[in-house]
């Protein structure tokens, strides 16, 4: 299990994504699922991955094969001429990684899927976010839908539905994927820190700040402290309820 996040603001975009992969209680281990591809003055691109490890490893694989051997080169995400062409190419080789995987032996195709998140900008587009499908296909984020999530995504988005705002700053963006993230990792062991972050301001075409949180963070303690300390806080200060309108 994992959980990845792609919020979408009016003045760039911030992904964020967890390390823990397991395969049972007694085998869990840590893997990046955040990749990151940038040409500077030209595009900046983040994939975030979710799904079967060995199927998103594949996919990574095999479009940073076409970005480093000059014959591969077309098709690779770095030739594309937008994002919609990236969220194209990405969906293609996904669905081809599944396929291949699929005829090799085993049949059951869902114990093969993936989902990926694919945001960015390249030079002369607007900035962009995309949620690829096992199928190949996508869809892109709007105004109406302004983040995606992949993985166990039910604990933290009703944080990010009630508190998201597209005007948002950078600093607050962040703030408020903590505290989904800190939700989604209380109610799931599959769900762990370190937890990867990258900021992108829309139009600098490189990334602004990469980072990573680990278990020890003091700001994540102070965030994960805090916000269930203001639940309980804010638990209190409801009106009571009346069992004796109830009665008999």
């Known amino acids: 299990m994992t959980y990845c996040v792609g919020l979408m603001l009016k003045h760039g975009m911030?992904?964020?994504?967890?390390?823990?992969?397991?395969?049972g209680v007694d085998n869990i281990s840590t893997f990046r699922k955040m990749f990151s591809w940038d040409v500077p003055g030209d595009r900046s691109i983040t994939i975030m991955t979710?799904?079967?490890l060995a199927t998103t490893q594949a996919v990574i694989s095999l479009l940073e094969e076409r970005v480093k051997a000059t014959q591969d080169r077309n098709p690779s995400i770095l030739q594309a001429e937008s994002m919609f062409q990236v969220a194209v190419l990405v969906g293609d080789t996904l669905k081809e990684v599944i396929a291949d995987h699929a005829e090799a032996g085993?049949?059951?195709d869902s114990g093969f899927n993936?989902?990926?998140?694919?945001?960015?900008?390249?030079k002369g587009g607007d900035h962009r976010l995309f949620m690829i499908y096992p199928e190949g296909n996508?869809?892109?984020a709007s105004a109406d839908t302004p983040f995606f999530q992949i993985g166990e995504t039910k604990y933290g988005r009703p944080i990010l539905v009630r508190a998201f705002d597209a005007e948002m700053s950078f600093d607050d963006a962040v703030k408020l994927l903590l505290v989904s993230f800190d939700s989604t990792i209380k109610a799931n062991l599959g769900v762990d820190l370190p937890l990867d972050v990258r900021?992108?301001?829309?139009?600098?075409l490189c990334c602004d700040h990469e980072f990573r949180i680990e278990a020890n963070d003091?700001?994540?303690?102070?965030?994960?402290?805090?916000?269930?300390?203001?639940?309980?806080?804010?638990f209190g200060r409801l009106p009571d309820f009346d069992l004796t309108k109830f009665s008999d």
Do not use: C, H
Not at 199 to 204: M, N, P
Not at 218 to 234: F, H, K, N, Q, V
């Open 218 to 234: 003091p700001y994540y303690t102070a965030i994960s402290d805090g916000w269930g300390g203001a639940l309980r806080e804010a």
């Open 199 to 204: 900021v992108y301001k829309a139009d600098s």
């Open 114 to 122: 993936a989902t990926m998140l694919v945001g960015g900008q390249i």
């Open 106 to 108: 085993q049949k059951a």
């Open 138 to 140: 996508f869809i892109e």
């Open 14 to 23: 911030v992904f964020m994504s967890d390390t823990r992969t397991n395969a």
């Open 50 to 52: 979710a799904g079967n």
